[in-house]
C-alpha cells in the first residue's frame, strides 16, 4: 500500500524512503525529542534503519500507516505520524506524533495532525481516534486538548522505558468534533 502525500502548509506529509534515513535517525536520536517516547533515544544509525524496515512492513500489512513530517522549504523529515490499531469494524486507531526538537514551537505538529486527522475523517472513514501520552509531557496534553482530544483515562504503569515505569493518559477524538 502506497501512502498518498497530504500537503499542510510548510509541512507535508509522505511516505518514508532510505533516503530519509539521517533525518529520520535525527528525529529518533534525540534525548530530548524521545523523553516521553515508549522507547529510549535511538543509539546507532542500524537501529533507526530496522525502525524504518518496521515502517515498511506494516505499511505492507496494512496496520500501521507511518508518514514522514516533511519540512516543505527544507526538504527534509522533521519527524513522523502514524496511525495503527486499526479496529475497522469500529470506524477507529490510534493516533502517534513526533516532532524533532528544533522544529518545536513553530506550528509544524499542528498543521501535520490537523491534515492526518481530516485524512483519517474524510478518506479513511474512521469515527475515533486515540492516543496516549506520558502525563509528565504536559506540551504534548495541552498540545492534544487543543486539537479537540479529551482526557479518557490512566493507564497506570503502562510502560517501562529504560528501566522507567510510566503511566499513559488515554485521550479520545470523535472525529465529527474536528474543527
Not at 481516534?129 to 479537540?148: C, K, Q
Amino acid at each position: 500500500m502506497e501512502l498518498p502525500t497530504l500537503d499542510a502548509g510548510a509541512v507535508r506529509l509522505r511516505q518514508l524512503g532510505d533516503d530519509d534515513l539521517t533525518d529520520l535517525h535525527a528525529v529518533f536520536s534525540d534525548p530530548r525529542t524521545m523523553r516521553y517516547w515508549s522507547r529510549p533515544a535511538f543509539t546507532d544509525v542500524e537501529e533507526t534503519r530496522g525502525y524504518l524496515q518496521a515502517i515498511h512492513d506494516g505499511r505492507a500489512r496494512g496496520d500501521l500507516l507511518q508518514w514522514g513530517i516533511e519540512h516543505v522549504g527544507e526538504a527534509r523529515i522533521i519527524g513522523t505520524t502514524t496511525l495503527y490499531a486499526f479496529y475497522p469494524g469500529q470506524a477507529r486507531a490510534e493516533i502517534g506524533y513526533i516532532l524533532g526538537s528544533p522544529w518545536w514551537g513553530r506550528g509544524h505538529a499542528n498543521a501535520a495532525i490537523r491534515r492526518i486527522l481530516q485524512y483519517a475523517r474524510d478518506d479513511m472513514r474512521l469515527r475515533r481516534i486515540e492516543a496516549d501520552v506520558d502525563p509528565r509531557n504536559t506540551a504534548s496534553l495541552r498540545f492534544a486538548e487543543r486539537l479537540g482530544f479529551r482526557r479518557e483515562g490512566l493507564l497506570r504503569e503502562r510502560w517501562v522505558v529504560a528501566g522507567e515505569i510510566q503511566d499513559a493518559v488515554v485521550l479520545g477524538l470523535l472525529l465529527r468534533d474536528l474543527t
